[in-house]
Structures are given as structure tokens and as C-alpha cells.
């Protein structure tokens, strides 16, 4: 698609492509906007977010989960503060049995003041979005991360590409591990060719990758 231009408290689609939709927002807004957002959130989340020492964070972790109800609630039919979500074994959220349309997948990333929902009505799908800002451990996460051929063609790239080609490869293999269920920290074992991979910018100085289930 397009760049889009994205604003305080407006959710704006980034990518839509065969049943896998990305949706992207802005999380930094007047307080008075965010509490809006938020008032859908229910006791757990609002927990949640009291328990988050910096206020930004606070702030970013309501507009986030508020927004990802919101686009929920627009594809079920039903009020933002009905969605109802359950979570896997290492916390990946997703629909409770109760709610309409159970066949709907989300995965959810965020970085900076930028987050994004991915949607997808066909496969399993996982998101990620990375700033582009330097990276000083890059070369010894891509050496404990990266598969031997990941690596391989990383370390071949020159100085001045070796930060997005970096943040490629990261989101994707965070996309991945998303849409599995899995944290980073867990062996990952996945085959390229089981996976669709679209890269889009949410914003420019983003990058994002999104992974859908074949």
C-alpha cells in the first residue's frame, strides 16, 4: 500500500492482502485521548498498566491494548469492552471460545511510539515492528539467533547495509516465533517455505514484517 500518514488516536491500515490485514496507530496522545481509548479495558489490563513503573509506558501499554479491542470488537460485532480474550501457555492472546468469529487470528507488535494488529481470518499470523535505531549487540544476537544460512548472509553484507538487514531478519524471525506461540528463548524449529512473508513500514524509520501460516 501506500505510506500512510499516521495520527494521534486514528487506526490506519497499512496492508491488506487475501485475508491478512495490518492495521497500524500512533501511541503517544493527550492523556484526555488515551483515557478514551482506554476506557474499555477491563480490571486485569488496567492492573497491568498500574504496574508499569514509567508513566510513558503506562500510557503506551492502555493506548495499545485499547486499540487492539477496538479493531477486535469492529470484526466481531460487538461493544470494544466485550472482547474477550484467554492466553497460551507463554501468554500469546487470542479469542476466547465465547466469542463470534473464533477462526479470527490477531498478533500484535509494538516499538516506540508506533504498534500494529495483524489480522488474519485464513492461518495462524505473527507481527513485528522494529524502530531503526542502532543496534550495538546486533552482531552477537544474529550469532546466537539466526539460523547458519540467516547468518551467513548477514555477515556478508557491507557496513552500511548490515542495520536493516539486521532488522529484517529480527522482525521476521519475531513475526515467526509470534505466530508459533513460542518466546525467542525456546527452540524455534520452522521451515522457510511454511510461511508467507510480507515486510511493510508503518511509519517512516520502521520496519515491519508480518508471517502468515501456507
Known sequence: MD???LRPGIIMPVLENDGLEVLAFMLD?????????GVCLNEEERRRAEGLRLERDRLRFVATRGQLRRVLASKLGISPSDVELEYGRLGKPHLSHRMPARDLRFSVSRSGDVAVVALSTRQEVGVDIEAVLPV???DEI???CFSASEYGSYTALGPQDRLQGFLRRWTRLEAISKALGCGLGQPLSWDERD???RRFIPKPGY??????WN
Open 3 to 5: 505510506k500512510v500518514e
Open 29 to 37: 496522545a493527550e492523556q484526555n485521548v488515551i483515557r478514551a481509548i
Open 142 to 144: 544474529a550469532a546466537l
Open 136 to 138: 550495538p549487540e546486533a
Open 207 to 212: 520496519i515491519g514484517t508480518v508471517v502468515v
Open 195 to 197: 510461511w508467507a512473508v
